[in-house]
């Protein structure tokens, strides 16, 4: 039993079952044991690989990505370049390595700025980002970075915010919580139910059983963002694994060494997410006067040059590295890998047109 699961076991043996969102946030945001806060969860040693771990090539596309974001503002004089959950800065450095030779303009007067909520990653990002030649500033907060058109970026962030669950019982969605029995973490059905203008169309026919899940943590986060973007124009490319439509069913879910395990195994002790519902945030941004777009990161990637990048880097390799450099193509591509599990979703204001932008989805 980990050190987190005894003090939780104790914390609802006191006080009450909590909630899921209340669990996640415990697992891994708690000071002294969450997971975020005292493990190194990325790359092959880690816990699982994000997309700019698998390859560059996923960077600077995304850097080509925030280079017509530019253009299509107008290219603004102190645009601010942002990134939400920087990981281990990988994406950040492969980004501006990218911009520097598409987009130098940008980088001479953009302030860039990183959002970190972790003491230990800020460091490691820091370490990494030492010797870059432009100025990086570190940020808690995204409503503390400066004022100016923003262009934003955020990889596999939307996910590990924490959700509320509904479980479906006697013909109503009541929440779902965590309870302690015998000094093991369980499941358990509480007394509040969710409004049913809330719950996706069909919802009187789900049976018993259906599991829904809310994200009020993420739905503040995009108003915060949309917000910003709205009223000091800009962008934001939000790429997570998750749905683009609307609809029931249980996603919450623990991943340690890259495997799954039961989310009550290891409390701390593993990378606990579930999968976002980019419906509901494109709905957010658009009630906030912005434009949204969407679709697969395969896509995305595919449509922002994956395959003519993955030639140039492979020219003058070996046929071992070209070999790698196609699996990881299909990695990050692929329909049976992350091409179709991630999604990508554009916010930006009313006067932009920006890829991925969706006529239909104004």
């Not at 899940?213 to 949309?226: D, S």
Request: charged fraction near 25%.
């Amino acid at each position: 039993m980990t050190a987190l699961k005894q003090r939780l076991v104790r914390l609802i043996g006191t006080a009450g079952p909590i909630s899921v969102a209340e669990y996640m946030a415990a697992c891994l945001g708690d000071r002294e044991a969450g997971y975020y806060t005292t493990r190194e969860p990325f790359g092959r040693e880690g816990d699982f690989i994000t997309a700019p771990e698998v390859s560059q090539m996923f960077g600077e596309l995304t850097g080509v990505w925030c280079a017509g974001a530019w253009g299509a503002l107008g290219r603004p004089e102190s645009a601010v370049l942002c990134e939400i959950g920087p990981g281990r800065g990988t994406l950040m450095a492969d980004m501006l390595r990218t911009l520097r030779q598409v987009a130098p303009d940008f980088l001479r007067s953009a302030r860039v700025s990183m959002v970190e909520t972790s003491p230990r990653l800020t460091k490691i990002q820091q370490e990494k980002l030492k010797n870059q030649p432009v100025s990086i500033e570190w940020y808690r907060e995204i409503g503390d970075i400066p004022d100016g058109p923003l262009i934003l970026v955020a990889n596999e962030l939307f996910d590990a915010l924490p959700i509320r669950q509904y479980v479906k019982a006697n013909s109503r969605f009541v929440e779902r919580l965590v309870t302690a029995v015998k000094g093991d973490l369980s499941f358990t059905a509480g007394a509040g139910s969710i409004d049913p203008a809330l719950l996706p169309h069909g919802h009187a026919q789900a049976p018993d059983g259906t599991i829904f899940e809310a994200a009020p943590a993420r739905t503040a986060l995009m108003q915060q963002i949309a917000e910003r973007i709205a009223t000091g124009r800009g962008a934001a490319l939000l790429i997570d694994y998750g749905h683009l439509e609307a609809g029931f069913g249980d996603t919450l879910q623990a991943v340690s060494k890259h495997e799954f395990q039961d989310v009550f195994e290891k409390p701390g002790e593993a990378d606990l997410t579930s999968h976002v519902d980019f419906a509901a945030l494109a709905q957010t941004a658009r009630a906030l006067s912005c434009r949204t777009g969407a679709m697969t990161q395969g896509d995305f990637l595919l449509a922002m040059g994956l395959l003519g990048r993955a030639g140039q880097l492979g020219a003058d390799k070996d046929e071992a590295s070209r070999e790698r450099i196609r699996s990881d193509v299909e990695r990050l591509a692929g329909p049976d890998q992350m091409g179709t599990l991630f999604k990508v979703l554009c916010v930006s204001d009313r006067q932009s047109r920006i890829f991925p932008f969706n006529g239909d989805s104004e």
